[in-house]
């Protein structure tokens, strides 16, 4: 006989929460994401994310094990074909709790648990962006230098040609007084 859990459960009795477990996760599986008490919302993460991980599998013991805790053929089976290839890159995590603060009548603190169906980066992939991205600044950076480089020859090139026209300005004028000079 299983150790009885510790604490309160949901429904009152064993077998009561495993129907609110199984009723719960046949609802998230069927419409993606729903609405409940953040203490059901709690509960029902990991009872889903083993469902989904069985449903990866995808063989015929995975289906049978499956339906012995969801009794919907029909979720089952859009679990099995339709969900599971989409978490095929997802190692965890199939699932999100969002706080949606308190119910009206009661006060309960509500939730809402969502599958997450968005694709996810593998590592490798995540490393060759942050690999280009991290090329791409050190080039930019490259390109960022020569162009400093550039700019400060080209500031110190107009002062030796100012120099040059200055000192050929320099010349004719010592030439224009030699011949002055010369003249007198």
Do not use: C, W
Request: proline letters at 3%; aromatic letters at 2%; charged letters at 40%.
């Amino acid at each position: 006989m299983p150790t009885p859990k510790k604490g309160r459960r949901l429904g009152g009795s064993a077998q009561n929460q495993k129907h609110i477990l199984a009723n719960l996760a046949a609802q998230l599986i069927e419409h993606g994401a729903i609405k409940t008490t953040d203490a059901k919302a709690k509960l029902l993460r990991p009872y889903v994310e083993k469902i989904i991980t069985k449903a990866k599998g995808g063989s015929v013991a995975d289906r049978r094990n499956v339906l012995k805790k969801i009794n919907d053929k029909e979720v089952v089976t859009y679990l099995f074909n339709e969900l599971a290839p989409q978490f095929e890159g997802r190692e965890g995590g199939y699932t999100r709790i969002v706080k949606l603060g308190q119910r009206k009548g009661d006060g309960a603190s509500l939730s809402q648990i969502s599958l997450v169906l968005e694709p996810t980066v593998s590592k490798e992939a995540e490393r060759a962006t942050r690999a280009a991205a991290s090329k791409e600044a050190e080039k930019a950076e490259e390109t960022k230098a020569e162009e400093t480089k550039a700019e400060e020859k080209e500031e110190e090139a107009p002062e030796v040609e100012a120099d040059a026209s200055t000192d050929a300005e320099a010349e004719a004028e010592a030439k224009e007084e030699e011949k002055e000079e010369d003249e007198k």
